[in-house]
């Protein structure tokens, strides 16, 4: 069975869309371990409550400089040691609020992959293309949601793609777009866009646990 992890910092709806789609059986992969590095963090509630492995690795507080670098690195240490012991065939980062440096994407090389609640593009570049043809801000960083509604958009939308070292970079797997509504707040826009977020995560996961399952298949005999 495919295993995955997923890395959170926050509410774990996206972790609770996964979950439920393994409890129904539509997922084809498992969730094999959830990590914060908040201990309120209530994805970690939802996690044991579907007896799911949890852990809280927690980045201690270090003055600015060379301590910090080092506290940093031995934290990621001690994450990347824990992931590697469930040996997961996917890592999802799923409102994980720090950025992963490449000593940790290189333990883990092409099983990294990170939900953002903004349209980014294929490229990598400033701007994306809507289906209906309007040119808007590819929207980086961790404020996407509101940077939406300040640059007065009328669409903006979520993306599913693979971690490299450049931040809310990477090839993407999926996106959907949603409409920003009058009288739309940050909250309510960032409810209907993880309305999307839920779905797409379900079907990159699925989809990627077949092509794995499917690369695994000996090869067919001739019937001949
Ligand atoms: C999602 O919108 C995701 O795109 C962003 O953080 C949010 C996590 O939501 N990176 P939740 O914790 O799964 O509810």
Sequence with gaps: MYQIAVLLSGSGSNLQALLDAERAGTLGARVALVVSDRADAYGLQRALTHQVAAAFVPLPPAPPGPARAAARSAWEQRLAGIVELFSPDLIVLAGFMRILSPAFLQRFPERVINQHPALLPDDGGASYTTSSGLVIPALRGAHVVRDALAHGLTVTGCTIHRVTPRVDDGPVLARAEVPILPGDT???????????EHQLI????RSLALTQQETALPPRQDQS
């Design 186 to 196: 940050a909250d309510t826009l960032h409810e209907r866009i993880k309305r999307e």
């Design 202 to 205: 379900v079907e990159v996961v």
